[in-house]
Structures are given as structure tokens and as C-alpha cells.
């Protein structure tokens, strides 16, 4: 017979000599581990109250045992130096800025003392600043991932981290609800017909047309494009190390493919073959071999976007999201759409797709010739 009380308040059971054992922690040891007392009793009543004259004389002299207690920036940053191995660089590289973050909020707190009020607050600051559905996830995976460590190596009781973030799923919800969204028929006939014939221009068109990442357009050699411009092909994406533009390999090993151009869109690809750099289609000015950054070229889209006050100001992978959606309203198989996009699961070929009232309304007078 056993049994586990409030949080802080100790456990008290039974051994099999038939004494009573009560037992709480307190505080944690010099290697970092946790440090539990002990009182055995003769009767279950005797074991509690040995415990509670403990704790109460220890609320009336407080000891220092929270300086034993690792800083969350000590330990994290152990942690980010041991994760080295599990992630790619560039994915290495990102997570100093979400890191960073979370020092901001916890740095100076000892581990035990992140709990689920301070978790939540942290996360609805960062919806309050304006951070990002996305990057409030990332931060939200890495507290959770440090914190699972430091249970597991007796640290902190428990991780609070994985109970904090039940209330911010409907955050999370309505910060998303137009962060990922694709052109209108009308906005994409408007891109194709009237952006600049230029490399930035004709960049946005070929990935309207073709479902390209904007980090799989900028690793595009001449090469990479064929001649007549029926097909583009896709082994390698550029990414950012520490704010430095590498090569890399695409996002999936699904993501290397060749995609077909229809042949009314082919002129885009061989204007770029014929007149974007010789190294890469986009490379800095005057030095053929370096990459362009995604960042410089994001806001060269931007700028150009806003001269179209009649077209929303969608992200460039939305240009990818308007691919799917208008293949999918053709009849398209979401299998057939997933291998041109280089999905390797066809559920996230659906979380991209963007049905409009037309073609909602197109589909369902299929039962007239029905009934």
C-alpha cells in the first residue's frame, strides 16, 4: 500500500518489514541529481508527520539547494552543442535564433523553476510581438526537447513544458488561418501576363508554373532547365548557414524530380535558361559563383509584388500552394500533384490545397447528370 501526494508534498508507503516510509525531495545533490529524505515509522501517521515537521522546519530556515540547480541558458546550450550530430546545418544554424529566444525568456532560471504559468505567458508574449504560428511551434518543440532531457537526467521532477501549450492550440489556429493561401485564377493570370521580363519577373512565373521552392529556384543552374524548356530538374536547394547562402540538398530525398513545363509556360524556363548567370540562374552581382541569400531575394519579391495593388501580398511559397490548388481543380490526382511537388506523404499534397467557391460549386453539379 502506497501513495503519491500533492506536488512537493512527498509519497508515503509501505515496506515490506511492515513499517511505513515517507519520503520528498529536497532540493538536488552536487553531481545534479535529486535528492531525496527519507522517515520510516511504525505506523503510516508517524511516517507523515516525521515528513511534515521535516518540511516545516525547512520553510522556516531556507537553504541555498536551487544554486545546485543548472540555469536553463547552462543547460540549453549544452544541449544545442550535444544536438549537433541529430540535424543538417543549415537546420543546426536556425536553431541558434529559436534558442535565443528561449534564453531571452528562461536564460537566468534555474531548470526546476520553468513551469507551466511561465510557459504559457512566454508563448502568448510571443503571439502578442507578432512571431509567427511557425516559429511559436519551434520554440515550443525545443523547450519541450531541452526539458525532456533534464527529466531524464533527474533534473526537474517533471516536464511542465508538455502541459503549458493546451490552451494555445487555437492560437495557433487563428495565426494560421491566412498565413498559407494561394492566388485567385485571377491574381495568377495577372502575375503571368504582367510581371517584368526579367530574372525576378520570370522567377516568379516559373514557380506559379511548376510548384518550385524558392530554395530549389535559386540553387537552378543553366543545366538544371532543359533547352526547350519542357522540364525543370531539382537535386539541390540552397540554405542559410549562420546568414551565409550554402548548397545543400533538397528538403526530402522525394523533393529530387523532374518537372514537366506545360507548353504554353515554356518560354519561362528557357528565358531563364538563356539569360539568367552562368554558375546559377541567380547569383550576386559580380561574382558568378556565390549564391544569392533567400532573405535579399524575399524582399526583392516583395517589392515587386506591391506594385500589383489588385494582387494580395502572398509569401513566394505560396506561388507553390497556387500550383497544387489549380492542378487539383483540373481533376489532377492529389498522388499525381504530390510527385511534381516532391511531397513524400499525400496528406501534406491536401494541407496545400486552397478549393475555391467556383470549383466547390462546379463539383457538385455532377449530380445533375446523376439524378
Given at each position: 500500500?502506497s501513495?503519491?501526494?500533492?506536488?512537493?508534498?512527498?509519497?508515503?508507503?509501505?515496506?515490506?518489514?511492515?513499517?511505513?516510509?515517507?519520503?520528498?525531495?529536497?532540493?538536488?545533490?552536487?553531481?545534479?541529481?535529486?535528492?531525496?529524505?527519507?522517515?520510516?515509522?511504525?505506523?503510516?501517521?508517524?511516517?507523515?508527520?516525521?515528513?511534515?515537521?521535516?518540511?516545516?522546519?525547512?520553510?522556516?530556515?531556507?537553504?541555498?539547494?536551487?544554486?545546485?540547480?543548472?540555469?536553463?541558458?547552462?543547460?540549453?546550450?549544452?544541449?544545442?552543442?550535444?544536438?549537433?550530430?541529430?540535424?543538417?546545418?543549415?537546420?543546426?544554424?536556425?536553431?541558434?535564433?529559436?534558442?535565443?529566444?528561449?534564453?531571452?525568456?528562461?536564460?537566468?532560471?534555474?531548470?526546476?523553476?520553468?513551469?507551466?504559468?511561465?510557459?504559457?505567458r512566454?508563448?502568448n508574449?510571443?503571439?502578442?510581438?507578432?512571431?509567427?504560428?511557425?516559429?511559436?511551434?519551434?520554440?515550443?518543440?525545443?523547450?519541450?526537447?531541452?526539458?525532456?532531457?533534464?527529466?531524464?537526467?533527474?533534473?526537474?521532477?517533471?516536464?511542465?513544458?508538455?502541459?503549458?501549450?493546451?490552451?494555445?492550440?487555437?492560437?495557433?489556429?487563428?495565426?494560421?488561418?491566412?498565413?498559407?493561401?494561394?492566388?485567385?485564377?485571377?491574381e495568377?493570370?495577372?502575375?503571368?501576363?504582367?510581371?517584368?521580363?526579367?530574372?525576378?519577373?520570370?522567377?516568379?512565373?516559373l514557380?506559379?508554373?511548376?510548384?518550385?521552392?524558392?530554395?530549389?529556384?535559386?540553387?537552378?543552374?543553366p543545366?538544371?532547365?532543359?533547352?526547350?524548356?519542357?522540364?525543370?530538374?531539382?537535386?539541390?536547394?540552397?540554405?542559410?548557414?549562420?546568414?551565409?547562402?550554402?548548397?545543400?540538398?533538397?528538403?526530402?530525398?522525394t523533393?529530387?524530380?523532374v518537372?514537366?513545363?506545360?507548353?504554353?509556360?515554356?518560354?519561362?524556363?528557357?528565358?531563364?535558361?538563356?539569360?539568367?548567370?552562368?554558375?546559377?540562374?541567380?547569383c550576386?552581382?559580380?561574382?558568378?559563383?556565390?549564391?544569392?541569400?533567400?532573405?535579399?531575394?524575399?524582399?526583392?519579391?516583395?517589392?515587386?509584388?506591391?506594385?500589383?495593388p489588385?494582387?494580395?501580398?502572398?509569401?513566394?511559397?505560396?506561388?507553390?500552394?497556387?500550383?497544387?490548388?489549380l492542378?487539383?481543380?483540373?481533376?489532377?490526382?492529389?498522388?499525381?500533384?504530390?510527385?511534381?511537388?516532391?511531397?513524400?506523404d499525400i496528406?501534406?499534397?491536401?494541407?496545400?490545397?486552397?478549393?475555391?467557391?467556383?470549383?466547390?460549386?462546379?463539383?457538385?453539379?455532377?449530380?445533375?447528370?446523376?439524378?
Amino acid at each position: 500500500m502506497s501513495g503519491k501526494r500533492g506536488k512537493g508534498e512527498g509519497t508515503v508507503h509501505r515496506l515490506a518489514s511492515g513499517s511505513w516510509q515517507s519520503q520528498v525531495m529536497d532540493g538536488y545533490t552536487d553531481e545534479g541529481k535529486r535528492h531525496v529524505v527519507s522517515f520510516t515509522a511504525p505506523t503510516r501517521a508517524e511516517a507523515l508527520n516525521k515528513m511534515k515537521e521535516y518540511l516545516l522546519h525547512k520553510e522556516e530556515t531556507p537553504t541555498d539547494a536551487t544554486s545546485k540547480m543548472p540555469l536553463f541558458a547552462d543547460y540549453a546550450q549544452n544541449w544545442y552543442i550535444a544536438y549537433r550530430t541529430q540535424v543538417e546545418e543549415s537546420t543546426y544554424s536556425n536553431y541558434r535564433y529559436t534558442l535565443n529566444i528561449l534564453n531571452k525568456a528562461f536564460g537566468s532560471l534555474p531548470l526546476c523553476d520553468i513551469k507551466v504559468t511561465q510557459v504559457n505567458r512566454f508563448v502568448n508574449n510571443l503571439a502578442a510581438k507578432g512571431y509567427s504560428a511557425s516559429q511559436i511551434s519551434k520554440c515550443r518543440s525545443m523547450l519541450i526537447q531541452i526539458l525532456d532531457v533534464a527529466e531524464a537526467d533527474d533534473l526537474v521532477i517533471k516536464n511542465y513544458a508538455r502541459r503549458a501549450f493546451r490552451t494555445t492550440k487555437q492560437l495557433s489556429k487563428e495565426k494560421t488561418t491566412h498565413a498559407k493561401d494561394s492566388f485567385s485564377v485571377e491574381e495568377t493570370e495577372r502575375l503571368l501576363s504582367d510581371l517584368p521580363n526579367n530574372l525576378l519577373g520570370n522567377s516568379i512565373r516559373l514557380m506559379l508554373v511548376s510548384g518550385l521552392r524558392l530554395q530549389e529556384l535559386l540553387a537552378l543552374t543553366p543545366n538544371d532547365i532543359a533547352s526547350d524548356g519542357s522540364w525543370v530538374r531539382v537535386d539541390k536547394a540552397v540554405k542559410m548557414v549562420n546568414g551565409i547562402p550554402k548548397l545543400g540538398d533538397p528538403k526530402s530525398r522525394t523533393s529530387r524530380r523532374v518537372i514537366p513545363i506545360a507548353p504554353k509556360y515554356r518560354y519561362i524556363p528557357r528565358w531563364l535558361r538563356e539569360n539568367g548567370g552562368q554558375s546559377f540562374l541567380w547569383c550576386a552581382p559580380r561574382q558568378e559563383s556565390l549564391l544569392y541569400s533567400i532573405g535579399s531575394v524575399r524582399r526583392k519579391y516583395y517589392r515587386l509584388l506591391d506594385k500589383y495593388p489588385d494582387v494580395r501580398r502572398l509569401s513566394p511559397h505560396c506561388c507553390r500552394h497556387t500550383y497544387v490548388t489549380l492542378l487539383q481543380s483540373q481533376g489532377v490526382p492529389l498522388e499525381t500533384i504530390a510527385c511534381l511537388v516532391g511531397h513524400s506523404d499525400i496528406k501534406t499534397t491536401g494541407d496545400y490545397l486552397h478549393i475555391s467557391r467556383n470549383t466547390l460549386e462546379n463539383a457538385v453539379t455532377a449530380l445533375e447528370s446523376l439524378i
